[in-house]
């Protein structure tokens, strides 16, 4: 069953309690069908055709329980070639139906269609999926929601309701446009017209008043907000006026539960709390805000503020579920954009549960170390050629350990599997930079980057650390990392160069924090570990689009083990070609 997440808490909530109660085996099967369209949406009074997934903007959710098959029939029936990526979902030996084009599959092209399969395994929580392919995520992306398995209980107090909370970047043009603009002259790409809450704008935004989405509660009651970063370019604050938010669970992933009054959530994360709200009818309205963090990025972003409203139910009114409309509406404090000291505070705060039931399971030791710088650099522009980058005879390039990615023009997975390899990519990713220098300090006079399709190889089952030094080349900025077919565990983090004798005797083994979207700090570092456990490519990319477009993407090899459960699985039958 295919369900809106823009349905009411009470409809909602109606699903959850039928998954609950139905008592479904381990393994059920759950059967979507996705309708790639185009559909007519107005926003800040400006009407356009955007791509969507069966006509519903933001898409309908994936509901699934710990231990159940996924199954998505997608079909394309707009002018762009489409792939969609279950974020966050290990894809345990069924990395065809990771979804990043030209990585594990080929797009999905114009009147094709493509199922996509996947087993829940060992997760529960909030997830996302989103289009992977240039920037049609902007409008096509919905939740993930995983429920524990039949007749096992959340680790924290049950809440009366659950609710997705997405944020997402709203363009008056069309992004397609605007990437293709920005790649063309090598300069940034004109930022958004808005942020949005469940793709609402909300009455911070000119003509946006009746565009807001309201969250409508009872005094008394307990609310799980799965909260979903779906905004392209920007990392967010957010807080709602007057309630402390507890932080239980992150990236699908169970933590010691902490109550703060603001979260931080990079592009690609997802947070879940627990909203208590008061014991009773308080006569008035609370604003929730969403507003972006930022450091010392090149050229423009979005500035702006995105507001729900949380509203009580008026136990006085002579109707049921009766909202006051006339009431105060109080206003949260957010950080200031640049607040790194929060941001850091805020991170280190979160740690693994790390019980009998949910243990930690950390790699003690290591088999594989590496070290990758990651941030922006430059091209030089074509001959003769006048370019919008940080010089007008440059182009802006990202890159990790100065290597700009190069999308292939077939699967990497696919040509790994057939053996034919040659000419698609090179398995000589470096483990290091080549030209080491003082990443967060005065940048080195040559900020141009190579390109190239490398990847990194890894054996079956090698215990891997990975650290990634943010650099200051073209300013210092924090970039979320997002790794595909893995969790991984935050063992460390810190400001300024990461010193390899002094920094791993802080990390943290025992109850880190696990993770699949991490943000490297602002001219700072994080060190991460993680278990080669799935065979197959896979992705590792920033999370702001704008990056990827420039080139801060790679992926890694895991080759199969040598056991039959540690082998890939072959590709299904109706894999698209190239």
């Given at each position: 069953?295919?369900?809106?997440?823009?349905?009411?808490?009470?409809?909602?909530?109606?699903?959850?309690?039928?998954?609950?109660?139905?008592?479904?085996?381990?393994?059920?099967?759950?059967?979507?069908?996705?309708?790639?369209q185009?559909t007519?949406?107005?926003?800040?009074?400006?009407?356009?055709?955007i791509?969507?997934?069966?006509?519903?903007?933001?898409?309908?959710?994936?509901?699934?329980?710990?231990?159940?098959?996924?199954?998505?029939?997608?079909?394309?029936?707009?002018?762009?070639?489409?792939?969609?990526?279950?974020?966050?979902?290990?894809?345990?030996?069924?990395?065809?139906?990771?979804?990043?084009?030209?990585?594990?599959q080929?797009?999905?092209?114009?009147?094709?269609?493509?199922?996509?399969?996947?087993t829940?395994?060992?997760?529960?929580?909030?997830?996302?999926?989103?289009?992977h392919?240039?920037?049609?995520?902007?409008?096509?992306?919905?939740?993930?929601?995983?429920?524990p398995?039949?007749?096992?209980?959340?680790?924290?107090?049950?809440?009366?309701?659950?609710?997705?909370?997405?944020?997402g970047?709203?363009?008056?043009?069309?992004?397609e446009?605007?990437?293709?603009?920005?790649?063309?002259?090598?300069?940034?790409?004109?930022?958004?017209?808005?942020?949005?809450?469940?793709?609402l704008?909300?009455?911070?935004?000119?003509?946006?008043?009746?565009d807001?989405f309201?969250?409508?509660?009872?005094p008394?009651?307990?609310?799980?907000?799965?909260?979903?970063?779906?905004?392209?370019?920007?990392?967010?604050?957010?807080?709602?006026?007057?309630?402390?938010?507890?932080?239980?669970?992150?990236?699908?992933v169970?933590?010691?539960?902490i109550t703060?009054?603001?979260i931080?959530?990079?592009?690609?994360q997802?947070?879940?709390?627990?909203?208590?709200?008061k014991?009773?009818?308080?006569?008035?309205?609370?604003?929730?805000?969403?507003?972006?963090?930022?450091?010392?990025?090149?050229?423009?972003?979005?500035?702006?503020?995105?507001?729900?409203i949380?509203e009580?139910?008026?136990?006085?009114?002579?109707?049921?579920?009766?909202?006051?409309?006339?009431?105060?509406?109080?206003?949260?404090?957010?950080?200031?954009?640049?607040?790194?000291?929060?941001?850091?505070?805020?991170?280190?705060?979160?740690?693994?549960?790390?019980?009998?039931?949910?243990?930690?399971?950390?790699?003690?030791e290591?088999?594989?170390?590496?070290?990758?710088?990651?941030?922006?650099?430059?091209?030089p522009?074509?001959?003769?050629?006048?370019?919008?980058?940080?010089?007008?005879?440059?182009?802006?390039?990202?890159?990790?350990?100065?290597?700009?990615?190069?999308?292939?023009?077939?699967?990497?997975?696919?040509?790994?599997?057939?053996?034919?390899?040659?000419?698609?990519?090179?398995?000589?990713?470096?483990?290091?930079?080549?030209?080491?220098?003082?990443?967060?300090?005065?940048?080195?006079?040559?900020?141009?980057?190579?390109?190239?399709?490398?990847?990194?190889?890894?054996?079956?089952?090698?215990?891997?650390?990975?650290?990634?030094?943010?650099?200051?080349?073209?300013?210092?900025?924090?970039?979320?990392?997002?790794?595909?077919?893995?969790?991984?565990?935050?063992?460390?983090?810190?400001?300024?160069?990461?010193?390899?004798?002094?920094?791993?005797?802080?990390?943290?083994?025992?109850d880190?924090?696990?993770?699949?979207?991490?943000?490297?700090?602002?001219?700072?570092?994080?060190?991460?570990?993680?278990?080669?456990d799935n065979?197959?490519?896979?992705?590792?990319?920033?999370?702001?689009?704008?990056?990827?477009?420039?080139?801060l993407?790679?992926?890694?090899?895991?080759?199969?083990?040598?056991?039959?459960?540690?082998?890939?699985?072959?590709p299904?039958?109706?894999?698209?070609?190239?």
């Amino acid at each position: 069953m295919a369900v809106s997440y823009l349905l009411p808490c009470s409809a909602l909530v109606a699903v959850l309690v039928l998954l609950f109660s139905v008592g479904m085996a381990a393994g059920a099967i759950r059967e979507y069908q996705f309708d790639v369209q185009m559909t007519n949406v107005t926003r800040l009074c400006s009407s356009k055709s955007i791509v969507t997934v069966n006509g519903q903007f933001p898409g309908p959710t994936v509901f699934a329980r710990e231990g159940d098959l996924v199954v998505v029939r997608v079909v394309n029936h707009v002018p762009y070639n489409m792939s969609i990526h279950w974020h966050g979902i290990r894809q345990l030996r069924s990395g065809w139906a990771d979804g990043p084009a030209y990585i594990t599959q080929c797009p999905i092209q114009s009147g094709q269609s493509y199922v996509y399969k996947f087993t829940i395994t060992g997760q529960r929580g909030t997830l996302w999926w989103h289009a992977h392919i240039s920037w049609l995520r902007a409008t096509v992306y919905g939740p993930i929601v995983i429920l524990p398995k039949p007749g096992v209980p959340y680790p924290f107090p049950a809440p009366d309701k659950e609710v997705p909370i997405m944020f997402g970047e709203w363009w008056t043009a069309d992004t397609e446009a605007v990437i293709s603009q920005a790649l063309q002259t090598g300069g940034g790409p004109n930022v958004s017209d808005a942020f949005t809450i469940n793709g609402l704008p909300g009455p911070l935004y000119n003509c946006s008043a009746k565009d807001t989405f309201k969250l409508k509660v009872q005094p008394g009651k307990t609310y799980m907000l799965r909260i979903i970063n779906a905004a392209l370019n920007d990392e967010l604050f957010f807080s709602i006026a007057g309630h402390p938010l507890t932080i239980v669970d992150v990236d699908a992933v169970y933590i010691k539960p902490i109550t703060v009054e603001t979260i931080l959530i990079t592009p690609g994360q997802t947070t879940n709390v627990l909203l208590t709200t008061k014991p009773s009818y308080p006569g008035a309205t609370y604003y929730m805000l969403a507003a972006p963090y930022s450091t010392g990025r090149p050229g423009t972003f979005d500035n702006t503020t995105v507001a729900g409203i949380l509203e009580y139910e008026d136990p006085a009114s002579p109707s049921p579920a009766a909202f006051n409309k006339n009431l105060p509406v109080l206003r949260p404090t957010l950080p200031q954009i640049n607040d790194t000291s929060f941001v850091a505070n805020y991170t280190g705060k979160l740690r693994s549960l790390a019980t009998a039931e949910y243990p930690a399971d950390v790699p003690r030791e290591v088999d594989r170390r590496f070290f990758f710088t990651v941030g922006l650099g430059t091209h030089p522009c074509a001959v003769n050629g006048t370019c919008q980058g940080p010089t007008n005879d440059t182009r802006f390039a990202a890159s990790v350990n100065n290597v700009s990615f190069v999308l292939p023009t077939t699967a990497l997975l696919q040509s790994h599997f057939t053996g034919r390899s040659n000419r698609v990519y090179s398995p000589n990713f470096p483990a290091a930079p080549l030209i080491p220098f003082n990443y967060t300090g005065t940048p080195p006079n040559n900020t141009n980057v190579s390109n190239g399709t490398k990847l990194v190889v890894l054996p079956y089952g090698a215990s891997v650390e990975l650290v990634m030094q943010g650099t200051s080349i073209l300013g210092a900025e924090s970039h979320p990392l997002h790794l595909h077919g893995f969790n991984f565990f935050v063992v460390g983090q810190g400001f300024g160069n990461f010193d390899p004798v002094k920094d791993p005797a802080k990390y943290n083994l025992v109850d880190p924090v696990e993770r699949n979207t991490v943000g490297v700090p602002a001219a700072g570092w994080v060190a991460i570990r993680f278990r080669a456990d799935n065979p197959g490519v896979w992705f590792m990319h920033c999370h702001l689009e704008v990056h990827v477009s420039w080139g801060l993407k790679m992926a890694w090899l895991v080759l199969d083990g040598d056991r039959p459960n540690e082998k890939l699985l072959p590709p299904p039958s109706d894999l698209p070609k190239c």
